[in-house]
């Protein structure tokens, strides 16, 4: 499975746009770039996947460049309850156990 | 829909008990899986299901074993607890997909689970 690289805390206003860059040079042709967010004291939450281009959902969008090396996950105008773990996975959805390596994540902390 | 329900939220052992920490999912889901956190860290895979009579080993399995008679239930046994397994144990379920894509684990409460 990829190995992955975010930074490790990331602080922010209310109403602010937060972007996470997260490396992953050695990506396979079959693997997909996956985020959880996750708040003290529960389980991850997924929010978002996508391969290439552009993805975007209710919560926020996932920007792929061609080489796919990296992946920017951006949260719009975040607000205190935005303040999370998140973290950035890479691997194939399709293969045997949909296993998920994470790594340490981003400390997300959002400040009134 | 219960989602993945996890008991118990909490637990206390000594050093060399034993105990089986219970997973079900109602979504009927093919994989299960189960992970560790430990403070401040990422979560670690320690076994995975892909169906009902079929386990396999992740990341760090050592000191666990799991079966998975059912496709609801996943239970994780601590065979003799040691200090060093202190910590949250989160299990986690997904569909099984013949395409790749669009594949989400849906987590449950996490058991904290600290042995003395």
């Known amino acids: 499975l990829a190995k992955t690289t975010q930074p490790i805390s990331m602080d922010s206003y209310e109403g602010q746009e937060v972007n996470i860059t997260c490396s992953h040079n050695?990506?396979?042709?079959?693997?997909?770039i996956t985020w959880y967010q996750q708040f003290p004291s529960q389980g991850p939450r997924f929010i978002i996947q996508?391969?290439?281009t552009k993805v975007t959902n209710e919560v926020a969008s996932l920007f792929i460049p061609a080489d796919r090396k990296s992946s920017t996950l951006s949260l719009p105008r975040v607000s205190l309850s935005d303040t999370a773990v998140y973290y950035c996975?890479?691997?194939?959805?399709?293969?045997?156990?949909?296993?998920?390596?994470f790594g340490g994540g981003t400390r997300v902390l959002v400040k009134p | 829909n219960a989602g993945v329900t996890q008991t118990p939220k909490f637990q206390v052992l000594k050093t060399g008990q034993s105990m089986t920490l219970q997973c079900a999912q109602d979504?009927?889901?093919?994989?299960m899986s189960w992970y560790r956190q430990d403070p401040g860290m990422g979560l670690r895979l320690i076994h995975y299901?892909?169906?009902?009579?079929?386990?396999d080993q992740g990341e760090v399995p050592n000191g666990y074993n799991v079966s998975r008679s059912t496709t609801e239930d996943f239970p994780l046994r601590l065979l003799s607890a040691a200090p060093s397994q202190t910590s949250v144990y989160f299990c986690?379920?997904?569909?099984?997909?013949?395409?790749?894509?669009?594949?989400?684990?849906?987590f449950g409460p996490g058991t904290r689970l600290t042995v003395l």
């Open positions: 050695n990506i396979a042709t079959n693997d997909y």
């Open positions: 996508g391969y290439k």
């Open positions: 986690a379920s997904s569909l099984r997909r013949g395409l790749a894509g669009y594949n989400e684990q849906f």
């Open positions: 299901s892909v169906g009902a009579g079929i386990t």
């Open positions: 996975l890479v691997g194939d959805p399709g293969a045997a156990g949909n296993k998920l390596t």
């Open positions: 979504m009927n889901h093919e994989y």
